[in-house]
Nanobody, 115 residues
Framework: QVQLVESGGGLVQPGGSLRLSCAAS????????MAWYRQAPGQQRESVAR????????HYADSVKGRFTISRDNAKKTVYLQMNSLEPEDTAVYYC????????WGQGTQVTVSS
């Protein structure tokens, strides 16, 4: 059973930056493509960034392209999301999971962008 623990969220002003981390337990982390998702109040969870097993391939939702960067450290079983130029529309709870969302969801980390 893989457990996911997200951290790094907080309150930030528009234009600010945050770096999210997601630590995974279990040895199968390194053989799975990973993704960051977010869910805003009243909306469905959406994928915002994906990264391949070896970090060669990444994919971003149009809404975050050029502002967010996903990365991973397989030795640390951790995936990161660097978020720059944050906008109020980025306010959501952020989660990580496999690219197809097959593991149990963690508690997420709240990101609030507001002046």
């Amino acid at each position: 059973q893989v457990q996911l623990v997200e951290s790094g969220g907080g309150l930030v002003q528009p234009g600010g930056s945050l770096r999210l981390s997601c630590a995974a337990s279990g040895s199968i982390f390194s053989i799975n493509a990973m993704a960051w998702y977010r869910q805003a109040p009243g909306q469905q969870r959406e994928s915002v960034a994906r990264i391949s097993i070896n970090s060669i391939n990444t994919h971003y939702a149009d809404s975050v392209k050029g502002r967010f960067t996903i990365s991973r450290d397989n030795a640390k079983k951790t995936v990161y999301l660097q978020m720059n130029s944050l906008e109020p529309e980025d306010t959501a709870v952020y989660y990580c999971n496999t690219a197809d969302g097959r593991w149990d969801w963690g508690q997420g980390t709240q990101v609030t962008v507001s002046s």
